[in-house]
């Protein structure tokens, strides 16, 4: 089955200490995006992608990083310097310039920084 | 302008009901209005999406309903069932360099039996 994969599911960390969280693909979809979800605050775009090497900063991307060295992978990277990062990320995939094609969502990775 | 607002925050419905969710937006540059459901645990995942040229969209239980003068859509949803207990995000979606969409902030539905 095609999909994208999210790992780990939880992810514990110390304040201070740098963390990836992983996002695969196998629906061969050119354009890949980062989230973040927080209650009563939506979905808020991070980071992406819509081609192999090269990203753009989404609207809150202070504190994080991205690669995209392959098309399937597009790991996150949530920076000490990010002053809030307990959330729960999803990370996303779409056809590029494809009209109305919709987001394809992984089943996400809650981080706790504590 | 780059908003979307939604409400509920959350709505609890009886079974057999009907669960009616709000959104609003401002910037007129949005073309694609879609519905994401979220269930615990999970990513979201297109429910059902509407382009403003369509003042209507049935699909199954499901209507979005599409006002462009008031720049309103809404989510309908007919005979609500215990398993459509999830949270619903409107969205708006602006052709920009890339498809940027832009999500509302969530209405958690709960319906009971």
């Known amino acids: 089955d095609g999909g994208i994969t999210q790992s780990p599911k939880y992810l514990f960390r110390k304040e201070g200490q740098n963390v990836t969280l992983s996002c695969e693909q196998n629906?061969?979809?050119?354009?890949m995006y980062w989230y973040r979800q927080d209650p009563g605050q939506g979905l808020r775009l991070i980071y992406y992608?819509?081609?192999?090497?090269?990203?753009q900063k989404g609207d809150i991307a202070e504190g994080y990083s991205v690669s995209r060295e392959k098309k399937e992978s597009f790991p996150l990277t949530v920076t000490s310097a990010q002053k809030n990062p307990t959330a729960f990320y999803l990370c996303?995939?779409?056809?590029?310039?494809?009209?109305?094609?919709?987001?394809?969502f992984g089943n996400g990775t809650r981080l706790t920084v504590t | 302008q780059q908003q979307v607002k939604q409400s509920p925050q959350s709505l609890i419905v009886q079974k057999g009901g009907i669960s009616i969710i709000n959104c609003a937006y401002e910037?007129?540059?949005?073309?694609?209005f879609p519905w994401y459901q979220q269930f615990p645990g999970k990513g979201p995942a297109l429910l059902i999406a509407?382009?403003?040229?369509?003042s209507e969209k049935k699909e199954g239980r499901f209507t979005i309903s599409f006002n462009k003068s008031a720049k309103q859509f809404s989510l309908h949803i007919m005979d609500s069932q215990p398993g459509d207990s999830a949270t619903y995000f409107c969205?708006?979606?602006?052709?920009?360099?890339?498809?940027?969409?832009?999500f509302g902030p969530g209405t958690s539905l709960s319906v009971i039996p």
């Open positions: 996303a995939s779409s056809i590029k310039g494809f009209g109305n094609s919709p987001l394809h």
């Open positions: 629906l061969n979809h050119d354009a």
């Open positions: 992608s819509q081609i192999v090497n090269d990203f």
């Open positions: 910037n007129t540059a949005f073309d694609y």
């Open positions: 509407i382009r403003p040229d369509v």
């Open positions: 969205a708006a979606r602006k052709k920009t360099s890339y498809d940027k969409v832009i």
